[in-house]
């Protein structure tokens, strides 16, 4: 449903047509697309807003819009300016490359510039990050509402600080923050969206591992299961990271370890491809011992052991082994987060759920 076209050589927003002037268009045969040359035909959706379709034929490659689409992108372009920012709907553009762009609403403030975009039909995450790649080339940045992939978005993603993007439902409302779409968009020109999380915030990390008695030197290995980042009194904004993610027991042993708050080095088990299931390297002998069980996901009670205070927390689950709960509130150092973000991924989050932390100064506006 795109809302620009062009009457007697003007380009013309249907929105910003009067009801009156707009009917006026109706039967004229004139009228063309600014995407396209092909005839438009002035119309109306189901809800009454006017738009422009395409005529009969017509050799356009724009996608073909929804009543969601139209709504967002008037809803998008009405709180941006309530923001303070020019926003305009449907602005073409070309990047330095030569490659040709047009944004949903394009907001800008000074030099500032930031594309919104509302994605309802399916996009691979490779095509996403091509489009965003040409937003980037053009000093644009952008951020994406979609209606595809709402179980990878409801997850911290390693490309969230190259391609912004949340999960939107058809109503318009942004799960995520619980709130609806054109308080996130003032949310976001305000600056008061974050990456979660964030060099120089402290975070409250907990690793989750299981312990097991060595068979051969009978000595005591922490294997890691899983390890959580929660911020400091918002154990419901938890990242999780399994253990099969490369590397992660280093990690942790290296910012737990920092804090004091190591008991058991941690272990990082493996497939093995001679086992139904994986093994792990006893830290004293080096013998390569089975994993008898895997944790299963309790994502609710993870995150009440995330909230506690306490640095150390043992539970015997049997004869030769137990649950280690190894916790402590840390701020990462650039190169901690890095490691963490390109491994793990990022998710954001209101500024304003981080009440009572001290802000870094490089992190504020």
Known sequence: ?????????????????????FDALRGRRDITMSCCEANAVPKRSVTGLPF??????????????????????L?????????GWTAQVEVPGTAPGGARWRADVLCEDGGRQVAFELQRSGITLAHLGERQAQYRESGVRGMWFMRTHERRLKEPQVWQHQTPALYVTERHHVPAFQLALSEVVREALHGQLLLFPAPRWPVR??????TYRCHYCRNVTAVLARVLLAPIGRPE??????????????????????????????????????YIGSVYEC???????????????RLESWRSIAAQDDPVEQHPTWMDGGSLAMRSVVTLTPTEHQW??????????????????????????
Not at 52 to 73: I, M, N, Q, V
Not at 283 to 297: A, I
Not at 340 to 365: A, H, I, N, T, Y
């Open 205 to 210: 990390v907990t690793a989750l591992s299981h």
């Open 52 to 73: 422009f379709a395409h005529g009969r034929t017509h050799g356009c490659d724009s996608a073909a819009e929804t009543e969601f689409h139209l709504r967002g992108k």
């Open 237 to 274: 904004i938890l990242i999780e990271a399994p253990w099969t993610v490369d590397g992660l027991a280093g990690w942790a042993n290296e910012v737990l370890g920092r804090a004091g708050a190591v008991s058991f080095p941690l272990l990082q088990r493996k497939d093995h491809k001679s």
């Open 283 to 297: 830290g004293q002998c080096s013998k390569m011992l089975f994993v008898h069980s895997r944790p299963k996901d």
């Open 1 to 21: 449903m795109p809302l620009r076209a062009r009457v007697d050589g003007q380009e013309v927003l249907s929105i910003d047509l009067s009801p009156s002037a």
């Open 340 to 365: 963490f973000r390109k491994k793990v991924g990022s998710c954001w989050v209101l500024r304003r759920w981080l009440r009572g932390v001290d802000e870094p100064e490089d992190q504020r506006g």
């Open 75 to 83: 809803l998008i372009r009405d709180a941006a300016r309530e923001a």
